[in-house]
């Protein structure tokens, strides 16, 4: 099996948290590429896809609400915010499902821009914003407020409780509001504050995750072929004996057992941990 198929496959088994890392690293990558080929090529492109403060701008250019948290300006960027991303993403999931996380990821990136943009009414802050930071706020400061006192262990640190973790990130950037980067920091606050909304609203019984889901299940159905109803022929024949299934069955019990056993040790010791054997049997199963 190739590296193509061996990515194929953590992407399918690594669950939303790989897979929106994948996403960020796939769409960051040939811009990067392109940028050393082609600079005003690529300023072209991100100009359609980052979000601006200027409501005149973002009005002209809504999807850029939505774009922005998807692209990174650097290396350095891109791998500080993946790792954040997969630390967050992991505490968020020891709590909630993979669709709350997706929901929270992509209505925090939303709600941040709509900060980001409301700074510039309120501090006349005129520039434009890139990242997948403020989601990623949303998701760790979520994670915080529904369990505040849960233990985590540091390299170097030793254990903290998860609201210290969370607080310094918020102290961080507050200090750094008068910085250059106001607006982005104006973002990762906006974040933050929808994460712990949505806990809050969560606890009295309304999920906004399920915009989400429910947007991305509307589409989802709308692209799916319809399939139409077959002719059913029904033939009776008594002197015919019933063909063998019973090997069938058990054959296919058994493939089914082995893919059990194969998803049991990813979840348990990582995808990394599978024989070559058994990465080349579970990419055969998952065609």
Known sequence: MGIIDDLKMQYKTGGITQQLIFWNIGIAIPLFLLYSFSSDTYLSIMSWLQLTS????????PWTLLTYGFLHVGILHLLFNMIMLNFAGRLFLTFFT????LGVYILGAIFAGLVFIGSFFLFNVKAPIIGASGAIMAVLIGSATYAPLYQIRLLLIGTVKLWHIAFVFLILDLIQLPTDNMGGHIAHLGGALFGFAYIKILQNGTDLSLIVTKIINFFANLFK????TPFKKVHRNVSQPKPKTASKIVVKDKAQQQIDEILDKISQSGYDSLTKEEKEFLF???K
């Open 225 to 228: 072929p319809r399939k139409g």
């Open 98 to 101: 993979q669709k709350q996380f």
């Open 284 to 286: 055969k199963a998952g």
């Open 54 to 61: 200027d409501p005149a701008e973002f009005i002209v250019k």
